[in-house]
């Protein structure tokens, strides 16, 4: 059980970060084919997320090894993350499958229904899961690693649009 | 042309437009005039947010599916090329993605046209780039010769740039394509109405970065002219066209009229 819910955690960790860097690569060039570029901001978004999710990492190892805490804890407060984001994050990818098998005329309504107003609600999903599984767990060092693990998540997109400046 | 920072910001905070004398105020200037330089580097950035958010509204397949109905309709023969004139195309996002899809027969023409040399300039950079096959021109694009040489074998076109014009503006605009005697004209705008504005809100909050962008997007939906208005500048201006606005009702838009063209064929 804890397996999975720490595997879902960062396989979903890391596809909002690589759709966050290919948010943040979008519009930049003008080009028609901006499949390279694409790519690239899938990549980016993939590795910063990665990087910036080491601190959270690192508390979780040091509260887990130091401080004696048990992954129970952590599994539970995941667990609780998972309710509120796990939804959100089918209803996106459910979104992205039907702006895939839609006709070109219908396309964009996938964006206007879902995706557009998704990614708008996006950073208020991960703060109110946050907000939750704190409230939830009884343990500090969790709690702790909850908070920088969810500002990890905001800080992708915002990190590259700045570095595109 | 110069623009005196403090005297564009007073215009605005005037009309009641607080949020963009803010942004506004955050435009680098040179002395008291805004920088010449940060405009330009602003008006590409919006530009090429705006190609991004067309591809999304997949603006280029509308109108290549607008434009080969209107070709059969026309019945114009192959023999001459015939001629796609985009009017006020900024980066030509839309002549491009037809031409790198040739959804197009090849004996069309794509010229695009913008009043902005920067974005003219990096329009045809951009196709350069990608070895399209489409014209850009700085200018004015119903000055006789610039854009359209061969009225009757010309199409003109625009997506987005009616909201521009003032309401006694369009008479004008429709007459100046009348006068070159267009085969036919079709030009992509928003329909006003709560849908649009609410819709521009959310893509413009979630596709765009730049705050002028993000106002500008919802002030576009507002400004936007009504269907009988465009109709009544259009028959006014161009008296010897067929005219219609190709959208569903204002209440319950049809699934397609993200953006709906007003068309014009001469009869």
């Known amino acids: ?165 | 042309m110069p623009v005196m920072s403090a005297e564009a910001v007073s215009v605005l905070e005037m009309r009641g437009q607080h949020r963009a004398a803010k942004i506004l105020r955050q435009v680098p200037t040179t002395g008291a005039e805004l920088a010449t330089d940060a405009v330009d580097e602003l008006g590409l950035k919006v530009h090429r947010e705006l190609s991004r958010l067309g591809e999304e509204l997949q603006l280029g397949r509308r109108v290549a599916s607008m434009v080969g109905a209107l070709l059969q309709q026309l019945g114009l023969g192959t023999v001459t090329p015939v001629r796609l004139v985009d009017v006020g195309c900024g980066l030509g996002q839309v002549l491009r993605s037809i031409a790198a899809s040739g959804e197009l027969p090849p004996y069309l023409e794509l010229v695009g046209v913008d009043m902005n040399p920067v974005l003219s300039a990096e329009a045809a950079r951009l196709a350069r780039v990608e070895n399209l096959d489409v014209r850009f021109v700085t200018g004015n694009a119903f000055e006789p010769g610039l854009a359209i040489g061969d009225g009757p074998r010309t199409v003109v076109l625009s997506t987005g740039l009616l909201h521009h014009l003032a309401a006694d503006q369009l008479v004008a605009f429709f007459q100046a394509q009348a006068e070159l005697r267009v085969a036919a004209f079709a030009h992509w705008d928003i329909a006003p109405c709560v849908w649009s504005t609410l819709g521009a809100w959310v893509f413009h909050q979630a596709r765009m970065r730049q705050p002028v962008s993000r106002h500008d997007g919802v002030l576009s939906a507002r400004r936007a002219h009504s269907a009988d208005v465009l109709v009544a500048a259009a028959e006014q201006g161009a008296p010897g066209y067929v005219v219609d606005v190709r959208e569903g009702s204002r209440w319950h838009p049809r699934a397609l009229d993200v953006l709906r063209p007003i068309v014009g064929v001469r009869g």
């Open chain 1, 1 to 165: 059980m804890s397996v999975v819910v720490i595997v879902a955690l960062v396989a979903l960790g890391l596809v909002d970060a690589a759709f966050s860097g290919l948010r943040a690569g979008l519009g930049r060039t003008g080009l028609v084919d901006h499949r390279h570029e694409d790519r690239r901001g899938l990549r980016r978004g993939a590795m910063l997320g990665v990087i910036v999710s080491s601190p959270a990492v690192t508390a979780m190892a040091v509260d887990l090894t130091v401080g004696g805490q048990r992954v129970t804890a952590y599994r539970d407060a995941g667990a609780v993350f998972l309710t509120i984001v796990g939804p959100y994050a089918l209803i996106v990818l459910a979104g992205l499958g039907v702006y895939g098998a839609l006709r070109w005329e219908f396309k964009y309504l996938a964006s206007a229904v879902i995706l557009g107003p998704f990614t708008l609600l996006r950073p208020f999903v991960v703060l109110a899961a946050t907000v939750v599984a704190v409230r939830h767990t009884p343990a500090p060092g969790v709690a702790i690693t909850a908070i920088l693990a969810a500002a990890s998540v905001l800080l992708v997109e915002p990190v590259l649009n700045r570095r595109y400046r």
